[in-house]
């Protein structure tokens, strides 16, 4: 199994840091990288096993057929990724192709 991402997500992720810092989310850019980080080893590690559902028709737009996968990383902030699986060479690919959070996303599910 492989977990790949489109550089749009990764580029989400990267970006993700300082909007978290200057919304004081965090009072530390270095808390916020940490927990950016621990998001992102958990969605890479971890999007296999978990339980996944399918994506709800307005996702269509990233692609037809996704499903998603949640991540509960504090007691108000819940993360979903949007993943297309594949096979190629016998092997399973996971393709994040978008991630949101409960409070931009959560009315869509």
Do not use: C
Not at 9 to 19: C, D, Q, T
Not at 76 to 84: E, G, H, I, N, Q
């Amino acid at each position: 199994m492989k977990v790949l991402a489109l550089p749009s997500v990764l580029e989400y992720l990267r970006n993700l840091v300082p909007i978290l810092y200057e919304k004081g989310y965090f009072s530390y850019e270095d808390t916020a990288q940490k927990y950016v980080d621990d998001l992102s080893d958990d969605i890479f590690d971890n999007l296999p096993e978990k339980l996944h559902k399918p994506a709800p028709a307005y996702y269509e737009k990233y692609e037809k057929g996704m499903y998603y996968a949640t991540f509960i990383k504090n007691k108000r902030t819940s993360w979903y990724a949007f993943f297309s699986k594949y096979e190629a060479n016998g092997e399973i690919i996971y393709l994040i192709r978008y991630i949101g959070n409960n409070h931009t996303d959560a009315h869509h599910l």
